[in-house]
């Protein structure tokens, strides 16, 4: 079985330590500077932030992935890519 290969990220952004709802503001933000189609890697802190994050995106039409973070066990990275619309 192949094993899915990551999606070309264009932009990346760290929002560990970043307190609810500031996180999911400038994600978003982040978002409308991408053309549609592109995709934005975020690396989160588990629990509340991961959760409110995923769901406002997906909410607002975006593709949502989770993977793990490589290099730090208590953190979560999404994979995000802009809505087409």
Do not use: Y
């Amino acid at each position: 079985m192949a094993v899915p290969s990551q999606p070309p990220i264009t932009t990346q952004l760290d929002l560990r330590g970043t307190p609810c709802p500031v996180n999911f503001i400038r994600a978003r933000l982040t978002l409308e500077g991408l053309a549609p189609g592109q995709w934005l890697q975020l690396d989160l802190d588990p629990g509340e932030p991961e959760q409110s994050v995923r769901e406002g995106l997906e909410q607002a039409g975006h593709r949502v992935q989770s993977s793990p973070h490589p290099q730090a066990p208590v953190a979560v990275r999404l994979l995000v890519q802009r809505h087409a619309g």
